[in-house]
């Protein structure tokens, strides 16, 4: 049963994201957080999680802190969302790309992480995907302009590949949702090689 609770992060999510778009489009990007929220709760997330899946880049994208987080919806929203953001900067700035990514699926690696953080974080990239595949079938090659450049076709693909794999074999990880994931990434890798990618 949702709360009130779940409306005052959707209500946060939409503030702090506003006039935020989907990469390369003019969707809000609330409406990302909005799937995310949903997968989790189709796949029998709690409303921590289904909370957690609204502010899941609330950190990474916005002025936001964890501690913000915290005070407004609590230490276990906010553990979920630290779990699922990337450190994007160390001392020297922005971290490259591939780095970024390779310390995120090391986290993700860990047995001890929690398997909420797992369901958020597979519910975001299938989401993702799902995206990327709709808008692959309407814009062909042009779609990976979008991507940082470092990452293009080749290395988005190897992620969500990496991602798919982990969650399927991860003893933390929602089964349902590391199906769905596996199957996406398999169609959007064999969309990648019948467009000679």
Not at 32 to 53: C, K, N, P, R, T
Not at 72 to 95: M, N, Y
Request: proline share 4%.
């Amino acid at each position: 049963m949702l709360t009130t609770r779940f409306q005052q992060a959707f209500d946060y999510a939409f503030r702090q994201h506003d006039r935020h778009f989907r990469k390369g489009t003019l969707t809000p990007y609330i409406s990302h957080l909005m799937s995310v929220s949903a997968l989790v709760l189709e796949h029998g997330g709690s409303e921590d999680e289904a909370i957690a899946g609204l502010l899941h880049d609330v950190v990474e994208d916005t002025e936001a802190t964890l501690e913000m987080v915290r005070e407004l919806f609590g230490p276990e929203v906010a553990g979920i969302v630290a779990g699922c953001s990337e450190d994007k900067q160390d001392q020297h700035g922005e971290r490259p790309w591939r780095e970024r990514k390779d310390s995120y699926i090391a986290h993700l690696q860990n047995e001890l992480v929690l398997p909420s953080v797992l369901m958020v974080s597979n519910a975001d990239k299938l989401h993702n995907v799902q995206s990327i595949l709709a808008d692959y079938r309407r814009l062909g090659e042009g779609l990976w302009t979008r991507f940082n450049p470092e990452a293009g076709r080749k290395g988005t693909l190897w992620f969500y590949r990496t991602l798919a794999d982990l969650f399927l074999q991860h003893p933390n990880a929602t089964p349902s949702l590391a199906r769905e994931l596996h199957q996406a990434v398999t169609r959007l890798e064999a969309m990648a090689r019948e467009r000679g990618a």
